[in-house]
């Protein structure tokens, strides 16, 4: 799809309601809060909704609105990051008048009246910035969009570290700096995001298990949220203590939640998407989740992973 027609999509419609996926990352908050930002400014005339459950560690960047289902009617929605429907946060995105879908995922649900989909972009923060500076007469940035964009940015690349920054996320950044706003602070507030997880280290070393295969697990019950006072999103970040602290080749985090499995994948080196979506999940190459059914599930993905680590 072209650019030109998310545009279309955009100036023909007074009301536009921005979704993203559940269990929010940096670029799906940043990409949500840059893209109703930008078109506050841009189309002041318009009424622009930012939707979703709330993610008290990631308001800084910015806080979802409430309305009424009756605000869906006539409304362009644009659900951001997210690769299939089961995983929009706030189903209502589906009642709106058109749907597009913004994604940066190489597979998934192709969803959505309008879709642009490009997995050659390192994060969907970039993909908006893109599209900002491609129609500059159009989109008017505001500091704060800038600085949600680069928040997007350096979530999914690791700081600019990994393998997803290539020239174009570089020039893009380049031309977010030139907005005012403190990127130190951003990166504080990041590092703070992902909470501090060095206390978590004497759990994580004692609780983790490795295969032979080098595969880390660990396994967040119920009880064990409750026992250490944990809320889903501070059981989530469990996933960086046990990526700092256990040596291994690929980490896995399974937290029970709701009835079901939230499983979180990181890799060094080896794809794990391809197991992740075995499993009815995707994500990246190396930084991939889904959500299982039973503790025996999980015995089979670590079986499974272990099997494509020896190939
Ligand atoms: P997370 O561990 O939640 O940060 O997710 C890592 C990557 O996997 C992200 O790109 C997610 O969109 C994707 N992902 C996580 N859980 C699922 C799932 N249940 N279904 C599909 N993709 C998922």
Redesign the pocket.
């Known amino acids: 799809m072209e650019q030109s027609d998310i545009l279309k999509a955009i100036t023909t419609h007074p009301t536009i309601i921005i979704h993203r ?1 559940i ?1 929010p ?1 940096f670029d799906a908050i940043g990409s949500q809060i840059a893209l109703k930002k930008t078109l506050q400014q841009s189309f002041p005339e318009k009424k622009v909704f930012a939707m979703g459950g709330a993610e008290k560690s990631l308001e800084w960047i910015g806080s979802m609105d409430m309305i009424e289902d009756d605000q869906y009617r006539d409304a362009l929605v644009i659900v951001c ?1 997210t ?2 429907t089961k ?1 929009i946060s706030d189903q209502r995105c589906l009642m709106g008048e058109t749907l597009v879908k913004i994604d940066h ?1 190489s597979d998934g649900e192709s969803y959505g009246d309008l879709r642009w989909i490009d997995p050659s972009y390192s994060s969907v923060c970039e993909m908006l910035g893109d599209l900002f500076f491609s129609y500059p007469e159009t989109f008017k940035l505001t500091n704060e969009a800038a600085s949600a964009l680069y928040a997007g940015i350096m979530g999914d690349t690791g700081m600019l570290k990994n393998g997803m920054a290539g020239e174009r996320t570089l020039r893009i950044v380049s031309q977010i700096k030139k907005f005012a706003f403190k990127s130190d602070r951003i990166h504080r507030l990041m590092k703070k995001s992902g909470t501090d997880f060095s206390k978590w280290k004497p759990f994580v070393s004692y609780r983790a298990q490795v295969t032979e295969q080098g595969i880390a697990s660990l396994r967040v019950t119920k009880e064990m949220l409750v026992n250490l006072r944990l809320d889903s999103s501070e059981a ?1 970040s469990l ?1 960086h203590a046990l990526t700092a602290y256990v040596p291994a080749r690929i980490w896995v985090l399974f937290i029970e939640e709701d009835g079901k499995i939230r499983v ?2 990181r890799s060094k080196t080896i794809a794990v998407n391809e197991i ?1 979506k075995n499993y ?5 190459r190396l ?5 299982l059914s039973s503790w025996e599930e999980t015995e089979e993905m670590i079986e499974e992973l272990g099997e494509k680590r020896m190939r």
């Open positions: 996926h269990h990352d990051d690769a299939e995983r995922h989530a996933i979180r994948i992740a009815g999940g995707g994500g990246h930084a991939a989740g889904a959500l």
